[in-house]
């Protein structure tokens, strides 16, 4: 599950890709600092209503807008990561494959370890 921060980050950084603008140029509009600015976008510094407030005032949209979930989410699995865009049938049936492996995989590990579990001597 995606945290609010970084839902917030990302829709940030979606809207100063939209207008074309720098993190540098947010961060003088706000009274901060680049690294702040940094932090702020990279998860290490959260961000309070009265910096979600300037930011939402410098796109010149809802503070809303700027923690909305996007409906459509970004896939973000690890396999699809590493592979990049799937352009073949071919290759995303593939990468189905390899999602359906790993699956099985870390299942068989979760049955063994719980098995494992069961199989030691209860304590009365």
């Given at each position: 599950?995606v945290?609010?921060?970084t839902?917030?980050?990302?829709?940030?950084?979606?809207?100063?890709?939209q207008?074309?603008?720098?993190?540098?140029?947010?961060?003088?509009a706000?009274g901060?600092?680049?690294?702040?600015?940094?932090?702020?976008l990279?998860?290490?510094?959260?961000?309070?209503?009265?910096?979600?407030?300037?930011?939402?005032?410098?796109?010149?949209?809802?503070?809303e807008?700027?923690?909305?979930?996007?409906s459509?989410a970004?896939?973000?699995?690890?396999?699809?990561?590493?592979?990049?865009?799937v352009?073949t049938?071919?290759?995303r049936?593939?990468?189905?494959?390899?999602?359906?492996?790993?699956?099985?995989?870390?299942f068989?590990a979760?049955?063994?370890?719980?098995?494992?579990?069961?199989?030691?001597?209860?304590?009365a």
């Open positions: 599950m945290g609010m921060n839902v917030i980050s990302n829709n940030i950084l979606m809207l100063l890709k207008n074309g603008k720098k993190q540098n140029e947010l961060a003088e706000l901060i600092s680049k690294q702040v600015m940094s932090n702020m990279s998860g290490s510094r959260m961000i309070n209503a009265i910096e979600l407030h300037q930011m939402a005032d410098f796109f010149h949209v809802t503070m807008s700027l923690i909305k979930t996007p459509a970004k896939d973000v699995n690890a396999v699809h990561a590493f592979m990049g865009e352009k049938p071919a290759a049936r593939s990468l189905e494959i390899a999602d359906e492996m790993a699956d099985m995989v870390l068989y979760r049955v063994r370890s719980n098995a494992e579990e069961l199989d030691k001597a209860w304590e």
